[in-house]
Structures are given as C-alpha cells and as structure tokens.
T-cell receptor
C-alpha cells in the first residue's frame, strides 16, 4: 500500500541553523500538508500546498518557514533559522483531492533544536 | 472557525471493557470528521472517517464512531478493549475538500490487565 515517507526520522540542530525536512507524498496525491506536534501537545496545522503554491497557512507558519515541491515528488519544509521552540515532531500529509479522500500522514521527523 | 474538544485527556479501561472516547466539534459548515491513533514514537494512523452518508462509521481494529449532528459529537467506541489499543487518540475536523485538519488535544487510552 502506498505511504507517505519522511526523512530524516530524527534531526538535531543548533539554534539559528537552517533545517530542511523532506517528505515524499503518495504519488497521485494533489494536496500536501505540514503539521507539527510539540512534545505532549496536540497536532497543529502549519501549511497546505496545492498546485505549486501555498493554499493556506497558520499563524505558526511565519517568515522563518517555507515549503517547496522542487521536483514533482519531494515536498520540503525549510526552517530558516531554528529556535528552541521549533523542537517538535513534524508530520507531512498528502491527500488525493477527491471529496471523499482523507489525508495520509507520514511517520514524522523529530526535530530537536539545542 | 473549527474547533475540537476531547473530554478526558486520559482514559483507563480494563481489558475487555467498553472503550468510549469523546469528541465534540464546532464547525460553520457540515464537517468531515476523523479519528487518528498514535502509538508511542509513531506517526498518525487513520482509524475511521465520516464525510457523508451513514452516520455510524466503522473503522479498523474494531472501532466505530457515530456522527450526531444535533449533539455536534463524534464519539469513538469499541465494545471490548485489547491491550494493543493503548495509544493516543486524536479527533480531527475538516471543513471539507482540500481543507486542513484541526485536531483535538488527544486522549491517552490505557488498558489495564
């Protein structure tokens, strides 16, 4: 069964460094999402992406964040200058696009900012 | 704006007992509703969803949920808990086609032997 994959599974970085989290959505899906989950808290929406542009973003998704679909298969989340509070599990999700379809989540990347 | 509440951050049941995890939502349009399960150190797995049609939906692992519009609820049930059901359960609402999810705070289910 097709699944969403994410790399790396874990990332440790220093505060102020740039990180890129990678996702490979399910191949025939059209909508792509990033969510994050701070340890012990609920899953929060960051951004949705469709037709090569951001369709919706939350207040969390400020200028330090960007997304890109560079090659038709990968979907990346870049954090330009990481802060301690960016430490979280980041989930990518994709959706086929038909009305009845749901989002399928990847296993997540655990980011730790020191 | 959409929102989701889950009554009880932690629920404990005995093995073989009924599981009931509560979810209430608010939405300005007919919602799409979902339950996801998260096992320790893993991602989110879809249990079941309601989009349209029959209000009682069955999912994986013996779980089911009923959409009750009058109560704005989508409670998750399972007749008989198994040890392997111990996990975090998240209710989520979407206002439809292509829209992002809003997740509830989650309920941690413990199953006691």
């Amino acid at each position: 069964e097709p699944e969403v994959t994410q790399t790396p599974s874990h990332q440790v970085t220093q505060m102020g460094q740039e990180v890129i989290l990678r996702c490979v959505p399910i191949s025939n899906h059209l909508y792509f999402y990033w969510y994050r989950q701070i340890l012990g808290q609920k899953v929060e929406f960051l951004v949705s992406f469709y037709n090569n542009e951001i369709s919706e973003k939350s207040e969390i998704f400020d200028d330090q964040f960007s997304v890109e679909r560079p090659d038709g298969s990968n979907f990346t989340l870049k954090i330009r200058s990481t802060k301690l509070e960016d430490s979280a599990m980041y989930f990518c999700a994709s959706r086929k696009g038909s009305v009845q379809e749901t989002q399928y989540f990847g296993p997540g990347t655990r980011l730790l900012v020191l | 704006a959409q929102s989701v509440t889950q009554l009880g951050s932690h629920v404990s049941v005995s093995e073989g007992a009924l599981v009931l995890l509560r979810c209430n939502y608010s939405s300005s349009v007919p919602p799409y509703l979902f339950w996801y399960v998260q096992y320790p150190n893993q991602g989110l797995q879809l249990l079941l969803k309601y989009t349209t049609g029959a209000t009682l939906v069955k999912g994986i692992n013996g779980f089911e949920a009923e959409f009750k519009k009058s109560e704005t609820s989508f409670h998750l049930t399972k007749p008989s808990a198994h040890m392997s059901d111990a996990a975090e359960y998240f209710c989520a609402v979407s206002e439809g086609y292509g829209q992002n999810f809003v997740f509830g705070p989650g309920t941690r289910l413990s199953v006691l032997p």
